[in-house]
């Protein structure tokens, strides 16, 4: 059995049809693809960084051949991550760490104060407060690590972010107890 449609009818399902259609071709919001090409780090480094700032409205792919990210998503979420990425991707500073091995009573003597943190066995680590305002961090030792650190000073040079190492070039070995 066959219904006719009156023209009224038809010319109302066919709006509906027609906006349904326009709906599935029209994104709710308009994507992006970026390419940036990292100039001081690796991109490996600032991928894991920068994925807050799109806040789950896109995605960051860290190419290591190129060193570059691509960040697709939003454009507000894409404009974000670039902004991140302007104020991370920086030249990274030299840290220049000054030593030098005094004992509690030189300490003592200058005016200065240790606030000791943690320690174990032979080592605790604490801060210093010096008059004149200045902080440093202190480690002491005791026993013969002690005698041997008191020949310990220099400069050590790294760069933000990486590890360094101070060595007094002697071995000791650390005793601790069970």
Same mark, same amino acid.
């Given at each position: 059995?066959?219904?006719?449609?009156?023209?009224?009818?038809?010319?109302?399902?066919?709006?509906?049809?027609?906006?349904?259609?326009?709906?599935?071709?029209?994104?709710?919001?308009?994507?992006?693809?970026?390419? $940036?090409?990292?100039?001081?780090?690796?991109?490996?480094?600032?991928?894991?960084?920068?994925?807050?700032? /799109?806040?789950?409205?896109?995605?960051? /792919?860290?190419? !290591?051949?190129?060193? #570059?990210?691509?960040? #697709?998503?939003?454009?507000?979420?894409?404009?974000?991550? *670039? @902004?991140?990425?302007?104020?991370?991707?920086?030249?990274?500073?030299?840290?220049?760490?000054? $030593?030098? @091995? !005094?004992?509690?009573?030189? *300490?003592?003597?200058?005016? @200065?104060?240790?606030?000791?943190?943690?320690?174990?066995?032979?080592? !605790?680590?604490?801060?210093?407060?010096?008059?004149?305002?200045?902080? @440093?961090? &202190?480690?002491?030792?005791?026993?013969?690590?002690? !005698?041997?650190?008191?020949?310990? &000073?220099?400069?050590?040079? /790294?760069?933000?972010?990486?590890?360094?190492?101070?060595?007094?070039?002697?071995?000791?070995?650390?005793?601790?107890?069970?």
């Amino acid at each position: 059995m066959k219904s006719a449609i009156k023209g009224g009818e038809f010319a109302r399902r066919l709006a509906v049809v027609a906006v349904a259609v326009g709906c599935l071709a029209v994104p709710a919001t308009a994507q992006v693809v970026r390419v $940036y090409a990292v100039k001081h780090r690796t991109a490996e480094e600032l991928a894991p960084l920068v994925e807050p700032a /799109i806040a789950g409205e896109g995605k960051v /792919i860290a190419d !290591r051949r190129t060193n #570059s990210l691509v960040l #697709s998503g939003s454009e507000r979420g894409v404009a974000s991550a *670039l @902004a991140l990425l302007g104020a991370l991707d920086v030249r990274a500073r030299t840290v220049v760490l000054h $030593y030098e @091995a !005094r004992n509690s009573g030189e *300490l003592a003597s200058a005016g @200065a104060s240790v606030r000791w943190h943690a320690g174990a066995g032979a080592f !605790r680590v604490g801060d210093v407060a010096w008059p004149t305002g200045a902080a @440093a961090v &202190a480690v002491g030792v005791e026993g013969d690590a002690a !005698r041997h650190a008191s020949t310990l &000073a220099g400069e050590l040079r /790294i760069l933000e972010g990486q590890t360094g190492r101070i060595s007094s070039g002697t071995s000791l070995p650390l005793r601790s107890r069970r």
